[in-house]
């Protein structure tokens, strides 16, 4: 009886301590002003009303996908293909056209673009960013000039991170499996007087095929801090950096089995958003990134050898102002003057740093006069020194929602891709004890911009009683004016001789593609914890006969399909990814990829948090060629990991 | 004819001094109202306009004062608007007291054990709110709703609403601020919209921020109880604005005045509300709302 009265005595007491904590409600609960925290410009478009196709990458899907790399996540976006030259050296296109250094695609990580302005590709795997700090990746499919300016020919992947808000307290993740595949994952975030912040530090090491040639190793660290010191402002701070030791080359010249580089990254974005209330604000954006490449490329005696080191910094300026206060009218403007900086002794000739001012300036329209249409039209200026040309990216577009369930898009538009710092000063040379012995590679014609006309049809269908998004677009792009190397032979008419007396090359802007497409994804949630995404692609790519790496270059067919659902308390999920044949560029290899993943796991709830356990296998219907170098042939074949993750408050 | 023109006038007098006698008694049957705000601005200024300008019209007695300024005195009635009018007003027993503005738990725990004290409450039914989600969002089945340390003694009206509403409740306890992220995970596992209900812990500012940049990143509406909260990032919110709380509270203390005394009854909710619609949210999160008028006739309509 007494064990009975005692054990209600220890029950009633944490309810009692609530009582006393618990302050009473006031009708100021009611009625105090709040922090406005979604302001229309910070709510991502809807996107039966943007004026473009937009894929989102969910974290419930990067989490489902298994993927340990951030770029093989876009294996999920209708017509992308992801290759990997090396385990170090990944690329990521969209619609094919492309070789180890795909420059038709903006990257932007938080509004910061992360393009490396020697090459103009992304190096993937040195952005100091894990997959646990992403939030969620938006990426525009088509044009997308008009917003985001450089390269962004064929669209724009923006990777937006979490608030660290939503990151409190700490994550610690260790991940291991085969082919040398370690991994550890720690983050931790606290609050401070009206803000909060999130430290994170990621160490890993692969041998992605197998082989010497693909060991990787990395270090990462990165900071974000989110500040609101009124309820106007809203502040976020970040900076990050990454050291990479990596087997093999990172400029695509791998001559010698002991080859490799250390690459080192940093970063700093500073973001400060202003509401004006009404539905106006302005944002200041400041950024800063450097990229440093240490590589020696050993040649054939009695060559001398030549260096793969690169530096760049890209630094950069933004203002932008956003209306949306009318129901029917939206504006924004935007300018934004960006410093590019290159030093690439081995491949510029020189060992000096060569500079691109860029200054930009943007406008886009939004007039709604109905629900029923939406009319868009955005244009941007871009002047840049390198080339002293002024570039205008211009975009119509016009949605169409007959009711809530459809909506229809019809849009053209007309963008640039800048050509690199390296194209526009190549001067590349072999010597024997610094004396010239063949001069291969020099710029000698001043290059225009790459450029592309495109139209498209949308169709997007919504039904969220069934739980079903259909997102269609079919396309026609014209590519033109595409930079590409040509031969000069000796007593070439039209050029003079080489300094060797030998013929070379050069960049002239001089191919043009044609390509139609018909691609779609279908998300489907049928239960509240199950869901699928299809997505898949049809291209036909048509050039003149004597370009015809480009046609090969594109995969006819690329379908993608992930599925989730809890089976006895097992998350279970599998992805399932074909890639037609396609032949990168300078490729000896076609890429063809039928893959299917499985990931189970189970979470477990603790006193504060939970604990994760995780079963990956990748590739289990075998081998996928995957590389397209013609070092040796580099495959994917099957392999698991496991990983332990812990989150508490 | 001089007896007929005597008859007449003392007729006509009887019938003038009947008329005075009960117009004199109409006057002094009519009974003063003492308004008392808990401040002389805002909310409460607005309540008390709408309140007396809706009784002066039939030209009762309406005096409105403040706790701070002027001690309630006399009067047949006392509406306290506000909680500290409220408690200004119990500290005065003695005479009927009508509570407005105040929401339902804190007037309950105020009110406990008084006599002759009833109140229009500031909160909306739990069973009219999860009507709403229900009209506004098809095929809405569950809702989750985060509780904090004042608004957990709602946990057994909410069931109950649940049971009226057919939109079934999953609710979770939040001690501090900090548990918000982690109470919503769980609860949007399982709910497709959240019920936002006012509490100083679960809605303190830092908290609200996080909430509303969560609900949106796991795609859940939220149906709030405030204007601000609309603004703020709840796809919708149901409420009564004060002039509706105050021309309500006219009419039902006209109904509640018979021979003299008032008898105000149970204390009950509004049955008038307003519906804010967040409409970019509502883009954002790719939902089709019926409009605003629509969901209100829908609403009315139900019992």
Known sequence: ?649 | MIWLLRHHLARLSFVLLACSLLCAGLARAAPVINVLVAEPTGIYQETANSLTQALGREGWKVTVTSPGRNPASGGDLTVAIGTKALEAALAQPGRPVLSLLVPQLTYERLASGQQQVSALYLDQPLTRQLRLLGLALPGMKKAGVPLGPASQGLQAALQNAAKDSGIQVNSAPINKGSDMYAVLIDLAEDSQAFLLLPDPVATQRSTLQNFFLQTYRLKKPVLAYSAPLVQSGALLALYATPAQLGEEAAAWIRESWSKGVFRMGEARYPKRFTIGVNHTVARSLDIALPSEAALTRQLEAMP
């Not at chain 1, 590709?121 to 952005?127: A, Q, Y």
């Not at chain 1, 912040?197 to 890993?204: A, M, V, Y």
């Not at chain 1, 040649?299 to 102002?321: A, C, E, H």
């Not at chain 1, 590519?479 to 040509?486: E, F, G, L, R």
């Open chain 1, 1 to 649: 009886m007494f064990k009975k009265y005692a054990f209600s005595l220890a029950m009633m007491q944490p309810a009692l301590a609530l009582a006393a904590s618990a302050a009473p409600l006031s009708e100021a609960d009611y009625f105090s002003e709040q922090p406005v925290v979604l302001s229309a410009s910070k709510l991502s478009q809807p996107v039966n009303r943007a004026p473009a196709a937009v894929t989102v990458i969910t974290r419930e899907m990067i989490e489902a996908s298994g993927f340990r790399h951030l770029v093989d996540v876009l294996r999920l976006v209708p017509g992308f293909a992801v290759g990997w030259a090396g385990g170090n050296m990944p690329a990521a296109t969209y619609l094919g056209l492309s070789d180890a250094f795909p420059h038709w695609m903006q990257i932007m990580v938080d509004g910061r673009s992360v393009y490396n302005p020697a090459y103009g590709h992304t190096t993937w795997r040195g952005i100091p960013l894990t997959l646990d700090d992403v939030d969620r990746i938006e990426v525009v499919r088509g044009p997308n000039a008009a917003n985001d300016g450089l390269n962004s020919m064929l669209g724009t992947i923006h990777i937006f991170t979490r608030h660290s808000a939503t990151t409190q307290g700490g994550m610690g993740e260790v991940a291991v499996g085969d082919k040398q595949f370690r991994e550890i994952t720690m983050r931790y975030g606290g609050e401070v007087s009206k803000g909060s912040w999130r430290i994170g530090l990621l160490g890993r090491e692969d041998e992605r095929h197998a082989v010497p040639q693909d060991h990787a190793s990395d270090l990462q660290l990165n900071f974000r801090g989110d500040f609101a010191p009124t309820l106007q402002d809203d502040m976020m701070l970040q900076f990050g950096a990454s050291r990479g030791f990596w087997m093999g080359s990172n400029v695509g010249q791998l001559m010698d089995a002991d080859q490799h580089t250390y690459y080192l990254s940093g970063f700093a974005n500073l973001v400060w958003k202003h509401a004006l209330g009404e539905g106006r604000e302005w944002s200041l954006q400041l950024q800063h990134t450097f990229n440093q490449n240490e590589e020696a490329i050993p040649l054939p005696g009695p060559l001398d050898p030549i260096s793969g080191n690169y530096r760049t910094t890209g630094s950069g300026v933004q203002f932008t102002y956003l209306n949306m206060a009318a129901s029917e009218w939206r504006t924004s403007l935007s300018g934004e003057f960006r410093l590019n900086r290159v030093n690439l002794p081995a491949l510029l000739g020189r060992d000096a740093y060569f500079k691109d001012d860029i200054f930009r300036l943007s406008g886009a329209v939004e007039w709604s006069p109905s629900n029923e249409w939406v009319w868009h039209a955005g244009l941007m200026i871009e002047r840049h020194s390198d080339t002293t040309s002024t570039y205008l990216s211009p975009r119509l577009a016009l949605n169409w929602l007959p009711s809530g369930e459809h909506a229809f898009r019809l849009g053209v538009s007309h963008g640039v891709s800048a050509p690199g710092l390296y194209a526009n000063n190549t001067d590349i040379k072999l010597t024997v004890n610094g004396t010239l012995y063949d001069q291969l590679n020099l710029s000698v014609n001043q290059l225009d911009a790459e450029k592309i006309n495109s139209v498209e049809l949308g169709y997007l269908f919504n039904k969220p009683d069934w739980g079903l998004n259909l997102d269609v677009r079919v396309f026609h792009n014209r590519i033109y004016d595409i930079v590409d190397t040509h031969y000069i032979g000796v007593n070439d008419p039209e050029y003079i001789n080489a300094p060797d007396g030998n013929g070379w090359f050069t960049y002239i802007n001089k191919p043009e593609v044609r390509q139609r497409g018909l691609e779609y994804q279908v998300r489907w949630h049928p239960t509240p914890k199950g869901w699928l995404v299809l997505s898949q692609t049809w291209l036909s790519t048509e050039s003149a006969p004597e370009t015809g790496w480009y046609p090969i270059s594109v995969p006819q067919h690329t379908l993608s399909f992930l599925a989730a659902h809890p089976v006895a308390g097992i998350n279970v999920s599998l992805g399932y990814y074909f890639l037609d044949n396609m032949r990168w560029f300078e490729g000896h290899f076609d890429s063809k990829h039928n893959r299917l993943d499985l990931r189970l796991s189970r979470d477990w709830k603790t006193s504060d948090g939970k604990v994760e356990a995780a079963l990956v296998i990748q590739s289990l219907l075998g081998q996928e060629e995957e590389s397209f170098k013609n070092y040796y042939q580099q495959l994917f074949d099957r392999r698991g990991y496991l990983s332990l993750k812990y989150e508490f408050r």
